[in-house]
């Protein structure tokens, strides 16, 4: 079953179904009445009770077995389909495996967009936005799920390659939409794999647009060196002269230089670098600037960012 990059999906079968519909059982009550999930041998909830109100049962709340504390929010423009094609929550039972698309309105609170009735019975799925992360354990929609029982290789990026626990853990942060598949045991749900619903490269500030291709840097080649740099106010030949510092290089084209550096630079910023020489300590003073930066994300707080720098010859 592919899942779309819904901000909320949850797939499961029906516990409660709290519905504004019409009287389905019982006297001229008004209000609201609630279906409770009774399950028989077969495991399929047996519908009891009654439904009153004026919404004609197509709007109200469900929640799902294994997602306690989680409600879903029907409305009139809740899309519904699926096996038997419901067009109402009054459609639905307490037992009935469903998925649910739709968007957070609150902590644990969901709007539904859609809901399809499946035949996955054994099924869950939760997506969302996590709330707290702490390896083993991710809190989504205010759903504590134990991730002891994924294994290794099932910890996996948007494009479904395996990155393992270690890395998952060190990129997942709060806010970030996660995935998890499992299976229902009982009233639990037994997760098996988690995915990232973000490229690796988005996570932690990695958003970077990234190349598959290298045509356009064939001649470049490796050079790593401790290089040292001066940046200068301007072009003109009466320049002042600026701050000084060391910089790491990465690789060198026909163009210009890949660069390390423990600063950000500014953007067009011209400088002076010192290119090192394979004889002795003799450096060739070189004119670049500075055509873009990006911050590695591998320190934060107050601790000084580290930054590649694409720089430019001039002379």
């Known amino acids: 079953m592919k899942f779309p990059d819904s901000n909320i999906v949850l797939c499961g079968r029906i516990e409660t179904v709290l519905s ?3 009287l389905q059982e019982g006297g001229g009550i008004g209000g609201t009445g609630i279906a409770v999930s009774d399950s028989d041998e077969s495991g399929r909830g047996l519908r009891q009770h009654l439904r009153v109100g004026q919404g004609g049962g ?3 709340t469900l929640t799902l077995v294994g997602f306690s504390g989680v409600t879903v929010q029907v409305t009139s423009q ?4 699926g096996a038997g094609l419901p067009t109402k929550l009054s459609d639905l039972n307490p037992g009935d495996p469903v998925k649910v698309l739709g968007q957070r309105s609150m902590d644990s609170h969901v709007i539904a967009t859609e809901v399809e009735r499946t035949t996955a019975t054994a099924q869950a799925v939760l997506q969302g936005p996590v709330a707290s992360v702490s390896n083993p354990m991710v809190v989504i929609l205010g759903v504590a799920v134990d991730t002891t029982s994924i294994p290794e290789n099932k910890f996996k990026g948007e494009d479904g390659t395996s ?9 997942l942060a709060t806010g970030m939409v996660v995935k ?3 299976t229902l045991v009982g009233g639990a749900g037994i997760w098996t794999e988690a995915e990232a619903r973000r490229k690796l490269m988005e996570l932690r500030g990695w958003k970077w647009k990234i190349k598959e291709t290298d045509d356009l840097h064939r001649d470049r080649v490796a050079l790593m060196r401790v290089i040292e740099y001066e940046t200068v106010s301007e072009f003109s030949e009466g320049r002042d002269r600026g701050s000084k510092g ?4 990465v690789n060198i084209g026909r163009g210009g230089m890949l660069v390390l550096m423990d600063r950000e630079p500014t953007i067009d910023q011209p400088m002076k670098i010192f290119m090192p020489t394979p004889v002795g300590p003799v450096n060739i003073p070189t004119l670049v600037d500075v055509r873009w930066t990006r911050r590695l994300p591998f320190l934060t707080g107050k601790t000084r960012g580290v930054y590649f720098a694409g720089l430019r010859f001039i002379l």
């Open 246 to 249: 060391k910089a790491l290089s």
């Open 78 to 81: 809740t899309k519904f389909n």
């Open 163 to 171: 990155i393992g626990r270690q890395v998952f853990f060190h990129a």
């Open 20 to 22: 504004d519909g019409e």
């Open 180 to 182: 998890l598949e499992g």
């Open 58 to 60: 197509s709007t109200g």
